[in-house]
């Protein structure tokens, strides 16, 4: 069970990673206009994916935990 810990504390980090990164640039295109800070969304969409994979495999090892 040790090894769930560590894909739900994953999860929670890429999750928190999304969500931080998705300020920061929203701040950044604020800050500096489409132009220039439009770049910074890219952080928040591979977090997001991260995210996203991670979530895939913890639901798919629960799964497979559950069946006999």
Known sequence: MKKMTYHKFMTGFWLAATIIS??????????????QGSMYLIFPVLAGMAYGARKFVVKSV??????P
């Open 22 to 35: 998705a300020i920061v640039a929203m701040w950044m295109i604020a800050a500096e206009g489409w132009q």
């Open 62 to 67: 629960e799964g497979m935990d559950q069946k």
